[in-house]
């Protein structure tokens, strides 16, 4: 059963995440606060393996303030192929002009007709993703055609 597994999953390296995480917009932010997890829907860009995204204030700038601690999630998916990037980190407000200047240059644009001043970039402490060959489900009670 191992040996099938293999042949359908695959741990990807860190480089790998960061060049498939730059080839999407759309993620996944899992936020924590005491005992309340959030997950909030935030289209970025990678910017120097990091993660960039803009906010307007609301309980995702706060719950960022409260605790920095953040999962960052993507995921795609063809007929033939999926995969997943979990980038484990932290969440930085930008502050100063300078950086706020910086992340002004980045394509980044809101997807909804709304004002977002807020940048947030996402330092990763550790990554994981994995890549699945889809297909039909095995036989599952091991019974052969005769």
Known sequence: ??????????????????????????????????????????????????????????????????????????????DAVAWSVIVRGRAQRLATEEEVEAADELPLRPWLPTLKYHYVRVIAETMSGRRFRRGPEPDRYGIADY
């Open 1 to 78: 059963m191992e040996e099938m597994m293999d042949d359908v999953v695959a741990t990807l390296s860190d480089e790998e995440c960061w060049q498939l995480l730059a080839g999407e917009e759309l993620g996944r932010l899992v936020t924590r606060v005491g005992d309340v997890l959030d997950i909030f829907p935030v289209n970025y860009v990678v910017d120097e393996d990091t993660i960039v995204f803009r906010t307007a204030e609301g309980s995702k700038l706060v719950e960022l303030t409260v605790n920095d601690e953040v999962l960052f999630e993507v995921d795609h998916y063809t």
